[in-house]
């Protein structure tokens, strides 16, 4: 079966094509476009909605030809439609979301809705010749969200711990803000720590560990807070961005990987996941392998490519395949944004 995926939640307008071998359970992606607005966000250092959907508007069509092309596929060939629906940005969401419906209305083909958290869940299965060993933990990293799912079965999600304020990479960027370093935060801390690390100094500098030996919830506002006093008190911390970096991405990512570890002990389950834009940093990818490896050496570990890490729309084809296998494809008339849409 081949699955057309479109993505448009944020600033990436992205479209995709995945064919599911329906016999073995695997995969493949056949194209996987990716059109960024990082340099027209870029120098506002964030964001921003209105250029955003214009980008969208201009971008969508031309991204979807080129999806279809790559892969050698005409709409003939295609079974299914898969777009995100939310969460996201409204008015990201309605370029993606209008064009899908378009598209599924004249080529007649059922579509699907798809969650942006699901999409990044199925992120680590996209590439997998057979279906992963069940039940799994996910912990999904992405600009918008911090989430530790429980995943019993395809389309059983169980959300088991969240954030309670800002999402981890929220906590990047806004870090990286602070730091006079370049939007988006997650790759500019991580390029930054690794020089430091390169340079094979120790660091003095040690920031608060929020809520980590507490449950499976998320807090990273203190510790943005404690970066930002740091740096009020520090007349050089210009001279030591380095080591504030690496310092304060350490302190991420232990948060991060304790947490796993507390979910496994309490759900025991086979294989452990991790999604989502920040899934693309460095040291929690060798941080969450090697602690696994030393206390569960039994437990698979799946971390999607870099190339499905941050926002794209082969996770979302995926995904529908397996919401529509569990019978959630619509009619296009009746496919709406759900801006909040949880999982
Ligand atoms: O999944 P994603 O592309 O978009 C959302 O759904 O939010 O995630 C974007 C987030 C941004 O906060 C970005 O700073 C972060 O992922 N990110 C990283 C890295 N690459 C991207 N965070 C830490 N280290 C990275 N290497
Ligand atoms: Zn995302």
Redesign the pocket.
Known sequence: MKILGIES??D?TAASVVEVDEVNGGNKTLSNVISSQISIHQKYGGVIPELAAREHVLNILPVINEALSLAKVNPNNIDLLGVTTGP?LITSLISGIETARSLAAVWNKPIVGVN??AG?IYSGFLEQKTAPQFPLIILT?????TNLVFMKNWEDFEVIGETLDD????A??KG?KMMNLA?????????AANDFIVSGKSSSLEFPRPLINKGLNFSFSGLKTSLLYRLQKDKNWSKRISEYAFAY?EA?VDVLVAKVLTAIKKYQPQTVMLS?????????RESLRSKLSEKHPGLTLLIPDFSF???NAAMIALAAYYAHQNNQSKAWQNLKVKVNFSL
């Open positions: 939640s944020c990436e996201g942006h958290i990044h990293v992405s600009g918008g969200h999402a981890a990479g929220e990047f960027d990286a939007y988006p935060g997650g790759p500019a801390i991580s390029q991405q991420i989502g834009g920040v899934s693309a940093n460095f040291r929690l890490t941050t926002d």
